[in-house]
C-alpha cells in the first residue's frame, strides 16, 4: 500500500470534515452541506480503492500462491465481502 | 437543523478518520482499513440524512408556501439533484 | 410523474436485465457481466430520480400545502427514508 | 460462476421490473414504486457479488499463479475497477 498517498489524502478528508463543522455551526445552507459531505465520502472511496489495489499486489499474490488453501481462500472471500459492503444500495 | 447533534456527530467522524490514519502509519491490515472507511462513510450518511430531514422540515416548506415559484422550484430540484448524487451507483 | 417516460426507461431496462441473462448462459467474461449489470443499475438510478421529481411537483406539496399536519409530516419522513435508503454505503 | 443461481435470480429481477413497470401503469404510490427499484437493484447488488466470487475463484486464481505477468496485472486492476465502480458515491 502507498502509505504516504493515502495518508495524505486522509488528513485531506480530515480537514474537510473541520470544514464541514465549520459550515454547521455558521449555519450555512443544507444542501450546500450535504454536497461538502457527499466529496468527502467521494474522497474517501478513492482511499479505499487505493489501500484495496495495494492489498491485491501483495496480501492476495502471497496468498494465491502460497500452499495454504485456507488462507487463500480467508483473502478471497474478504475481498468478495468488502466488494458487497461497496456495492450497497 | 439539530445543529447540536449533526456537530456532534461530524467531531465523532473527524476522530474516526484520525483513527484510520493510525491504522495506515501502523500498517494494520488492508482489508480492517477498508472496513474502518466503510463505517466512517456510513457515518457520514446518517449526518447527511439528519440535515436533509431538517431542510425538509424548515427551508422545503417555507419555499412550497411561499409566493415564489422561481424558489420553489429551486428548492425541489435541489432535493431531487441530492437524492440522484446518494443514488449514484 | 412523466409515466410515459419512467415506463420507457423500464422496459429499457427489462432488455437490459435480459440481455445479461444471455451473458450469462454464453459464459461471458465475468467482469463484462458485472459491468453491465452496474449500467443496469444506474439506468434504475435515473428512473427512481425521475420517479421522485414527479413526487416533489405534485404530492409533496398537495401535503405542505394542505391542512394536515400528520399528512405532511409522513410525506416529509417518506422523502428522508428513501433518501437515506439512496445514501446507504 | 454459478450460472444456475446467478440466471435463477436475474430472471426474478426482470419479472421484478416487469411489475415494477405496471405499478407505474396502474399510478401506483411514488415512493413505493422508489422502494420496489431499490429492492430490485439490491438484488442485482447479490448477483454481482455472486459472479466476482467465481471471478475470484477461477480467473484470478489462474492469473496469478500464471506466468504472464500483464495478465496478472490486467485481472488485479478490472477487480479494483468494479470496486471502485461499486463505492461511487
Redesign the interface.
Known amino acids: 500500500?502507498k502509505?504516504e498517498e493515502?495518508?495524505h489524502r486522509?488528513?485531506n478528508?480530515?480537514g474537510h470534515?473541520?470544514g464541514?463543522?465549520r459550515m454547521?455551526?455558521e449555519?450555512k445552507y443544507?444542501?450546500d452541506?450535504?454536497?461538502q459531505?457527499?466529496a468527502?465520502?467521494?474522497a474517501?472511496?478513492k482511499?479505499?480503492?487505493m489501500?484495496?489495489?495495494?492489498?491485491?499486489?501483495s496480501?492476495?499474490?502471497t496468498a494465491?500462491?502460497g500452499d495454504d488453501p485456507d488462507d487463500?481462500e480467508r483473502v478471497?472471500?474478504?475481498?468478495?465481502d468488502?466488494?458487497?459492503?461497496?456495492?450497497?444500495?
Chains 1, 2, 3, 4 share one sequence.
Open positions: 500500500m502509505h493515502a495518508l486522509l488528513k478528508v480530515e470534515i473541520r464541514i463543522q454547521v455551526e449555519d443544507c444542501i452541506v450535504i454536497r459531505i457527499h468527502a465520502q467521494a474517501l472511496n482511499v479505499s480503492t489501500i484495496l489495489e495495494g492489498h491485491l499486489n496480501c492476495l499474490i494465491v500462491r487463500r478471497l472471500q474478504e475481498i468478495a468488502v466488494f458487497e459492503t461497496a456495492t450497497k444500495v
